[in-house]
T-cell receptor, first 117, second 116 residues
Framework: NAGVMQNPRHLVRRRGQEARLRCSPM?????VYWYRQLPEEGLKFMVY????????ESGMPKERFSAEFPKEGPSILRIQQVVRGDSAAYFC???????????????FGPGTRLTVL | GNSVTQMEGPVTLSEEAFLTINCTYT??????LFWYVQYPGEGLQLLLK?????DKGSNKGFEATYRKETTSFHLEKGSVQVSDSAVYFC???????????????FGKGTKLSVIP
């Protein structure tokens, strides 16, 4: 059973460009979470999605950031007009359907390391 | 709000030494507690978890006990190996019911280096 897949693993963008990060959850999982890890910091929650629905985006910056999880295909985290402060590791996690309970284990992908020049 | 505080690293130990990484939390309600491990260049892997007071999570020789009275979830291992070198994160979720209870709140991480 493949784990959570993220691509690309490393992404370099110049200021003002767009960054698209993709996440494929574990097989059978329908809950997706995105977290951001700044250097020397722990992970911070960004957004929680189910298929075709954003459940909670309370951790997302108000501008330039958006996320989707379409009926078909991976979840996408999109950052428009990137700035140097967006440089971080972005992790996706998934959990099984019918849950979303706080006792659930979230399974993490390897992360995408975004560098903004 | 919810928060997790871990002992600051880095921690350097010799092989077969005893390991303790302290973790305390602040939360309302009854959170679930987790330890995740991150090996260099990789994502987070769940190491162990506990979902109610006095539960003990254990895996690969690591243990942690959910202590509600001291709001702690310290990670211990009796004899560390070089392969245990990694960053360890303490986290909590479900500190309150309703919206957002699934969010994991992480500590800053503790880097462990084990030398032969």
């Amino acid at each position: 059973n493949a784990g959570v897949m993220q691509n690309p693993r490393h992404l370099v963008r110049r200021r003002g460009q767009e960054a698209r990060l993709r996440c494929s959850p574990m097989k059978g999982h329908s809950h997706v979470y995105w977290y951001r890890q700044l250097p020397e910091e722990g992970l911070k929650f960004m957004v929680y999605l189910q298929k075709e629905n954003i459940i909670d985006e309370s951790g997302m910056p108000k501008e330039r950031f958006s996320a989707e999880f379409p009926k078909e295909g991976p979840s996408i985290l999109r950052i428009q007009q990137v700035v140097r402060g967006d440089s971080a590791a972005y992790f996706c996690a998934s959990s099984p359907p019918g849950t979303g309970k706080p006792t659930d284990t979230q399974y993490f992908g390897p992360g995408t390391r975004l560098t903004v020049l | 709000g919810n928060s997790v505080t871990q002992m600051e690293g880095p921690v350097t130990l010799s092989e077969e030494a005893f390991l303790t990484i302290n973790c305390t939390y602040t939360a309302t309600g009854y959170p679930s507690l987790f330890w995740y491990v991150q090996y260099p260049g990789e994502g987070l892997q769940l190491l162990l978890k506990a979902t109610k007071a006095d539960d003990k999570g254990s895996n690969k020789g690591f243990e942690a006990t959910y202590r509600k009275e001291t709001t702690s979830f310290h990670l211990e291992k009796g004899s560390v190996q070089v392969s245990d070198s990694a960053v360890y994160f303490c986290a909590l979720s479900g500190a309150y019911s309703g919206a957002g209870s699934y969010q994991l709140t992480f500590g800053k991480g503790t880097k462990l280096s084990v030398i032969p």
